[in-house]
């Protein structure tokens, strides 16, 4: 089966420019999440989707985030504008379900440079 | 607040030792507990889990994890190194509750020398 599908793999922006990520998780997949790490600190939890909708937001550091999974199929993460804390590895991963029977899998990530 | 520590970020190691990377975490409850590595330019990939049982979890390639309740532990070790092992390590936990978030230390980088 195909894995989760993370793109780009790398982005380069302006401070102040909108940068779309896109997360397309393993198929039949309702749980996905998105992750960030921030240059050698621990990965954090953003925001948890089931299906279309946010089931813990909880994570979204301020509203220059928009993240949105229309149709419960592939996400995406919009930052704008983009600043240079903003800068990172995120991270996406889906599940099957949130029983401890089922394991997350992760994608490759996105690494955002905004300068 | 629940958090995960990796006291260690660097562990240096020769091929054939066995090497552990260290992991506490201070969550309430009986957490789920994970070990992932990530190789260069790939994503997260699971190695093992706690969920309960035996404190000792063994997991892919030749890893294993120890459970231990009253110091919050859960070290990853492997008795014989393997250069191919070099990569980056991640403890995380997911608190028994409501929710289903990982929360993950910071990484312990392992290289593995010939």
């Known amino acids: 089966e195909a894995g989760v599908t993370q793109f780009p793999s790398h982005s380069v922006i302006e401070k102040g420019q909108t940068v779309t990520l896109r997360c397309d998780p393993i198929s039949g997949h309702d749980n996905l999440y998105w992750y960030r790490r921030v240059m050698g600190k621990e990965i954090k939890f953003l925001l948890h989707f089931v299906k279309e909708s946010k089931q813990d937001e909880s994570g979204m550091p301020n509203n220059r985030f928009l993240a949105e999974r229309t149709g419960g199929t592939y996400s995406t993460l919009k930052v704008q504008p983009a600043e240079l804390e903003d800068s990172g590895v995120y991270f996406c991963?889906?599940?099957?379900?949130?029983?401890?029977?089922?394991?997350?899998?992760f994608g490759s990530g996105t690494r955002l440079t905004v300068v | 607040a629940q958090s995960v520590a990796q006291p260690e970020d660097q562990v240096n190691v020769a091929e054939g030792n066995p090497l552990t990377v260290k992991c506490t975490y201070s969550?309430?409850?009986?957490?789920?507990l994970f070990w992932y590595v990530q190789y260069p330019n790939r994503g997260l990939q699971f190695l093992l889990k706690?969920?309960?049982?035996?404190?000792l979890v063994k997991g892919s390639y030749g890893f294993e994890a120890e459970f231990n309740k009253s110091q919050t532990s859960f070290h990853l070790k492997k008795p014989s190194a393997l250069v191919s092992d070099s990569a980056l390590y991640f403890c995380?936990?997911?608190?028994?509750?409501?929710?289903?978030?990982?929360?993950f230390g910071k990484g312990t980088t392992l290289s593995v020398s010939s």
């Open positions: 969550v309430s409850g009986n957490p789920y």
């Open positions: 991963a889906s599940s099957q379900g949130i029983g401890t029977a089922y394991g997350y899998t």
């Open positions: 995380a936990v997911r608190p028994n509750q409501a929710g289903t978030a990982l929360i």
């Open positions: 706690y969920i309960t049982g035996d404190n």
